[in-house]
């Protein structure tokens, strides 16, 4: 009952606070006054995070307002004059009733001083049951896919995670797609990181998922975020926790195919500081497969060549996170943190190739093995301060980060002549590269926010963003004088880019009626350089990125939201680089093209929000214009397929999305989301037209169901439609995903097992189609897997929906602003 009244007391209070203000400000002449405390623990007198103040009527005891206490304890609520009592509540602590608190008109406001809340520890088991995350979370300006409560995502990696959100998906070369489009920037709390490596892909394969927290998806980002990322941005969080004293959690888990891995994290907060880190390690192996049916016409008729790969793909890998913030007062604090990853990864492929002539008789077998080895290392360092104003929104923060990763990869390559008709045929030669790669960067930033009054504020920042990549790629073929570099193939590569912007935002709230108007300006000087050729080729150029928002509060949980921004995409380094990034297979190369101009998009949005006691809504239609949209084109040339990044003219994408949460019963909970859009290309490359028009459609629908107040079962399930591209097209797709977990040893402890695609049919399809050739092929990057883990949790309380709910009514912005 106590945890049925508290659940009801929140609800009665976030459907006052949100009318309260419209009924003050329909009251004229007054001027608010300010309500202002701190909230404490009675015994450690540690600051109170999220507890809730109510303010009632003294003549008949009608809720008022209220407020929420920030990380610092502290409220400041804006009331009019009259006599009111207070009620203070924080979950698991008794309430606190404070009466006698008078408003004068003259008085410029009222002072609570420090209260104090005592612990209740009769409600601190049932607080824990029933205060839970929601496994989606939606707000009008981004979703929050919270990981952890997916039992599918148990013992995986960044990329596996990041292909079971919603709207998100990941192709067969671990690229990222947002809505269909590949031009998304990928951040860690809310800044570029060394996790994420010098290739995102390489990288979110070796981010292991245990030590992520959440998902935030923003599909229409504010002038205040980086205006990298034509449909959007995907920020990663990582764990970490403020609550006093010592916690953490530990995981450990196994899978087959071959997936063993441990993790823990820990926070410790004592007073003024908070120190924090976590640990993974992992080492895995993912075996996979592709085939490729190709067809080449000619005069004389047509050629095939049948070509079948195994691959497998893996290592170690360790992750390092230490860090801590120092309260230095009651308005500023500084903190600072140190990641460390390295790496040992294997990358094994077996590539057999049969070809036939016109008659379709056999006419060789080729068998091109490669054993590649990677060692990847990544240093980041990070500083950061705030300070917040006496005035209550006035906030200044300042960031610097610097980064210095590094990849090695070296490769052996055999190629071996299983049949030829031709009994002279030449033996093929012996191949090895050796990879290079390095990355050094610095990000500079700060930001200002200054309230004018009222609803009004003003928002100021710089970012500074410097880069310098290097790619020095050697390939070496074996023959009877020895080893002799492949001159056709050998690089040395060099990308400088910095990058400074600056913004403004101003926003303010009429009636029912909110705004927000942002103007970035971005500056990027870049300069590519190949050594080889000792040629050079320099961009520099100036951008102005506007954005809107505009929403209308039609009641209560019922939001309605216009936006509009334009967002830019520079080529990354490797599109940028005309040399082939691998060798593995040399009949079908991948190569960047240092031509290629940065895209720019026009996006345009308008969202729904709907929310009830038990149940989310959100849906939306969006447009996005993009000039220069980037396709791959393959050619081929000396009988080589070349597949090179092109800018084309023009792409036009309209789309409608959906997401729908509910909580059916309080044991069976399910979500599922719906994206529904078209693309219609305009445009073509070597003479060639290469237009395209496609509907398709990306769907994932999740259902988890309690037994017995302690198993959890989920079914999770994601179906892709056909979608038509520049150059062929891509088939459906359907993945079905189960898992199990079960509390044990007091609630400490989780058990969790999944079956990753249980029918084994996660497998990518698509063809490519031009005049002289056509290819039909298949990718299947990882097979069904199956994970089992546990993790055991000291001083961890699970009660984190209060705070949750707090981020959905926030605002436009990261848990770590940037």
Not at 500 to 524: C, P
Request: aromatic share 12%; charged share 25%.
């Amino acid at each position: 009952m106590k945890i049925f009244f508290t659940c009801c007391l929140a609800f009665w209070l976030g459907t006052a606070l949100a009318q309260g203000p419209g009924r003050q400000r329909g009251q004229q002449g007054f001027t608010p006054k300010k309500l202002v405390g701190k909230v404490v623990d009675n015994d450690s007198g540690q600051p109170l995070e999220y507890a809730s103040i109510s303010l009632f009527a003294q003549r008949d005891s009608s809720l008022v307002t209220g407020g929420i206490t920030n990380a610092k304890g502290r409220f400041s609520i804006d009331i009019r004059p009259g006599r009111f009592y207070a009620l203070v509540q924080f979950i698991s602590y008794r309430q606190k009733v404070i009466r006698g608190i008078a408003i004068r008109p003259g008085a410029e406001g009222y002072d609570m001083g420090e209260i104090r809340l005592a612990a209740d520890v009769e409600t601190l088991n049932e607080v824990v049951v029933t205060a839970e995350k929601d496994q989606m979370e939606m707000t009008l300006d981004k979703r929050v896919f919270n990981v952890g409560k997916d039992l599918s995502n148990s013992g995986r990696t960044a990329e596996d995670i990041l292909d079971n959100v919603p709207s998100v998906s990941v192709d067969q070369d671990g690229n990222v797609s947002l809505r269909g489009s590949e031009n998304v920037r990928i951040l860690v709390d809310g800044k570029p990181s060394g996790l994420i490596g010098i290739s995102s892909s390489d990288g979110l394969r070796q981010l292991q998922g245990d030590i992520i927290e959440s998902i935030e998806v923003v599909t229409n980002p504010s002038a205040r975020y980086d205006a990298e990322g034509n449909a959007g941005i995907i920020n990663i969080i990582l764990k970490k926790d403020r609550e006093s004293g010592l916690n953490g959690s530990f995981t450990l888990d196994t899978g087959y195919p071959n997936n063993q891995g441990a993790s823990g994290n820990f926070n410790f907060r004592q007073k003024q500081v908070n120190f924090f880190g976590n640990y993974g390690f992992r080492y895995r192996e993912s075996p996979g497969n592709a085939s490729s049916f190709q067809r080449f016409f000619s005069d004389e008729g047509t050629a095939i060549t049948d070509q079948d790969t195994d691959f497998t793909r893996g290592g170690f890998s360790n992750n390092f996170r230490v860090g801590a913030e120092w309260l230095i007062d009651e308005s500023s604090s500084l903190s600072g943190a140190f990641l460390y990853r390295v790496s040992d990864g294997i990358n094994d492929r077996d590539t057999r190739y049969r070809d036939f002539d016109v008659t379709n008789a056999l006419v060789s077998e080729t068998l091109r093995v490669e054993e590649e080895d990677e060692e990847d290392t990544n240093l980041e360092y990070s500083l950061g301060y705030s300070k917040n104003f006496k005035k209550k929104g006035q906030k200044l923060t300042a960031d610097i980060q610097y980064r210095d990763n590094s990849e090695i990869e070296k490769a052996d390559i055999v190629e071996t002549l299983v049949f030829s008709i031709d009994n002279d045929a030449d033996l093929p030669p012996s191949q090895r590269s050796d990879n290079r790669e390095g990355e050094t960067s610095w990000l500079v930033q700060a930001d200002y926010v200054h309230p004018l009054g009222g609803f009004k504020s003003f928002e100021v920042g710089y970012r500074a963003n410097l880069r310098n990549l290097s790619n020095d790629y050697l390939v070496e073929t074996l023959t009877g004088e020895g080893w002799i570099n492949e001159t056709a193939l050998s690089n040395n590569f060099r990308y400088d880019e910095d990058v400074h912007a600056a913004y403004a935002i101003y926003s303010d709230k009429f009636e029912k009626i909110s705004y927000q108007l942002g103007l970035r300006v971005e500056a990027t000087d870049i300069n590519i350089e190949l050594l080889q050729t000792d040629e050079s080729f320099p961009k520099s150029y100036t951008n102005l990125f506007p954005s809107a928002f505009f929403t209308y509060t039609i009641r209560e949980g019922n939001s309605l939201q216009a936006s509009y921004s334009r967002r830019i995409r520079r080529p990354r380094s490797r599109s940028l680089n005309p040399f082939p990034f691998t060798i593995g297979d040399n009949r079908n190369l991948r190569t960047g093209n240092p031509d290629l101009d940065p895209t720019f998009t026009d996006s345009y949005e308008m969202g729904y929000l709907r929310t009830w006691k038990k149940a989310t809504l959100f849906s939306s239609i969006y447009y996005r214009r993009t000039e220069g949209v980037v396709q791959r084109i393959t050619t081929r040339m000396d009988s080589v397929n070349i597949s090179m990044p092109v800018n084309l003219s023009i792409e036009n994408a309209y789309g409608f999305e959906f997401n729908y949460s509910h909580e059916l019963t309080s044991w069976w909970r399910v979500n599922g989301n719906a994206n529904l859009y078209r693309a219609v290309i305009d445009g073509g490359a070597s003479d060639q037209e290469l237009d395209s028009d496609t509907y398709t459609l990306n769907t994932r629908l999740n259902s988890r169901i309690t037994l017995w107040n302690k198993l959890e079962s989920q079914v999770n399930f994601r179906y892709r439609a056909p979608e038509v591209r520049p150059q062929g097209d891509r088939r459906s797709f359907y993945m079905l995903d189960l898992g199990w977990s079960m509390n044990a040893f007091d609630k400490k402890g989780t058990f969790v097992f999944n079956i990753r695609d249980v029918f084994n049919t996660g497998i990518y399809r698509y063809t490519t189609v031009d005049e002289d050739f056509d290819f039909d092929s298949e990718f299947q990057r990882r097979v069904r897997s199956y994970t089992l883990s546990f993790t055991y949790r000291i001083n961890q309380k699970p009660a984190r929906r209060d705070r949750e709910r707090r981020n959905r009514e926030g605002g436009d912005n990261f848990e770590d602003d940037f």
